[in-house]
């Protein structure tokens, strides 16, 4: 291994030369306390920056066991340390100056959840500690300023280093905090699975946010409080006791005048999947980790799901066991993101009446007697609901404005007002008793079939150069096939979509084999990320991209609707 002198010559020689010259910097080098690593150098200054890596020994890092004793623990610090770099680095971006990228000091953009991520990984075995950064390295035009790229390699660099990554350099009772907080969290989802709770909205919590574009707390926004009748109250292992909304398993239902938090209080429990740093407001919002919103998504794609459960008998005979399209109406892509759902493994599905097919939500009692039954393919939710939860312990909560037919199956009836929840489950009850169920099903339905085997998809052989481009949080690209997420609604992060993007190619190539089911497929791949991290998707591990950890729910999501999928 070469020494940080060895890359000072190195910068000094090839100074005032082509830009191409700088690819001679790739390599390890020695530094005071940590090894700096030049992975990846970009072709010119306007390409997408150099990759650049800090490897730093656990001894050296000095950070505590306790503090990345569990994976809840790991993850929380490997944020911190993430959060803290990019923090400092932020100070000294573009302090170099040239051409193009020259001087970018960057890493991952952490929001308002707690994600594992390729930027920061410690062992939890060594406490070793790896951050990835990109860094624009300085030209003027397209002719090298070595001298700047030494200012950031030799100065910049290393404050942060020091400031971020060294245990001594940082406050202790912070990072304390940070863990407790996690462990906190992680308290509470276990309580949920004891107490039989789909999720927990602790009093005191902010659930607005600032704006449409902004994922931070709204200012002066209404504190979250209980209706004492769904009120529970857990003893944390750190915080203490806290109290809160405990929404029980079965059949919830949110209900409540346009604009009085209906769907606000949705988005909460939707993002509940996630941990959150302190000061966001939902800190101790906690749902299910299996959570599903779900919506109607016309056009989408469908290959070989079993929709029979909610649609039967089309007129054209098609085959609703191992149904296709390319481009799904809103009632067939709610049924099938239903029964997808259930295939990875969902027990908690949240709906909003606003983004959902009218028709496959329900069938009102007058038009049941002017289009008879056998005259309806579609079997809807609201006649399947009770049985999803009895026969497959999949719970609903959904959020209903206008219709009221939800009533009468409903086990719980929350009403917000001004953003102040009540529990109107009796009243609600007695009103509804004035008006006629509607009639369900005669006979349960059978049980989905998920025996999808996918096989691998032209252009993703071991010879075969495949391109991949993400496309913010909306969708990935790969080779000339678009993939689009923009209604999976629980992806929180662009680099979630680059995670899921390696993830299909990863499966292309080495998993879909056409024995495996769709599910072992998504547990290959979940064993492969366990045991080598998320950069165990790249090919190559000294140019490792910049992902974040999604979800077993929105890896199916992602490999659902990739329309060269075959199966």
């Known amino acids: 291994m070469q020494t940080s002198t060895d890359l000072k010559n190195l910068l000094k020689r090839i100074d005032h030369r082509g830009y191409p010259a700088y690819k001679d910097t790739k390599g390890m080098y020695r530094f005071p306390g940590y090894v700096l690593s030049i992975d990846h150098v970009q072709g010119d200054p306007f390409a997408s920056p150099s990759k650049v890596s800090v490897h730093v020994k656990g001894a050296t890092a000095g950070f505590p066991k306790e503090l990345y004793c569990g994976d809840c623990q790991r993850i929380a610090l490997q944020d911190d340390l993430t959060r803290r770099f990019g923090m400092l680095a932020g100070k000294h971006a573009f302090q170099a100056k040239g051409s193009g990228k020259s001087g970018l000091i960057s890493v991952s953009r952490c929001g308002q959840e707690v994600l594992e991520r390729t930027a920061c990984r410690i ?195 098609k085959d609703t066991r191992t149904f296709c399209t390319e481009d799904a109406s809103g009632s067939t892509s709610q049924a099938a993101n239903v029964i997808e759902s259930m295939e990875a493994g969902a027990k908690a599905l949240l709906i909003d009446e606003d983004t959902s097919a009218t028709n496959f939500m329900i069938r009102d ?46 086990d719980t009836i929350v009403q917000m007002d001004k953003y102040v929840p009540k529990e109107i489950t009796d009243p609600a009850k007695r009103e509804a008793e004035n008006f006629p169920a509607l009639s369900g099903p005669e006979e349960p339905a059978g049980h989905p079939r998920f025996e999808r085997r996918p096989r691998q998809s032209r252009g993703f052989g071991s010879q075969d150069r495949i391109k991949m481009k993400t496309m913010g949080q909306e969708a990935v690209q790969i080779n000339r096939e678009t993939v689009d997420l923009r209604y999976v609604e629980q992806i929180v992060d662009s680099e979630q979509v680059t995670a899921l993007g390696y993830c299909l190619k990863y499966a292309q190539q080495h998993v879909f084999n056409g024995k495996l089911t769709m599910q072992e497929a998504v547990d290959r791949l979940e064993e492969k990320i366990e045991k080598e991290g998320l950069a165990g998707l790249c090919e190559s591990r000294s140019s490792v991209a910049a992902m974040a950890a999604p979800r077993r729910q929105e890896i199916f999501a992602c490999l659902n609707r990739y329309r060269g999928l075959m199966v």
Do not use: W
């Open 365 to 410: 009692e007058l038009m049941q007697r002017v289009i008879h039954r056998e005259m309806e393919p579609i079997t809807p939710f609201i006649e399947r609901i009770r049985e999803l939860y009895e026969q497959y312990d999949i719970s609903t909560v959904i959020v209903a404005g206008s219709s009221g037919a939800y009533f009468h199956i409903a």
């Open 123 to 317: 062992d939890e075995k060594s406490g070793d500690v790896v951050l990835r950064m990109e860094i624009g390295f300085p030209a003027n035009g397209r002719t090298i300023n070595a001298r700047e790229l030494e200012k950031i390699l030799f100065d910049y660099v290393p404050e942060c280093v020091e400031n971020a990554l060294f245990y001594k350099k940082r406050d202790a009772k912070k990072l304390r905090q940070v863990i407790d907080l996690a462990e906190d969290q992680a308290y509470i989802r276990e309580q949920l699975k004891e107490r039989g709770l789909v999720a927990f909205v602790a009093n005191g919590s902010i659930l607005p946010r600032e704006s449409g574009v902004s994922a931070k707390p709204m200012r002066g926004a209404v504190a979250f409080v209980s209706p004492k009748e769904m009120e529970v109250t857990l003893d944390l292992p750190h915080k203490g006791t806290l109290s809160g909304m405990g929404i029980r398993k079965g059949i919830t239902l949110i209900v409540g005048g346009g604009y009085h938090g209906k769907s606000t209080l949705l988005k909460a429990l939707e993002l509940g999947v996630y941990d959150h740093i302190a000061g966001d407001g939902r800190e101790y919002v906690i749902t299910d980790a299996t959570a599903v919103k779900l919506r109607a998504e016309d056009g989408r794609s469908i290959k070989q799901a079993d929709i029979s459960m909610f649609i039967n008998d089309l007129p054209n005979g």
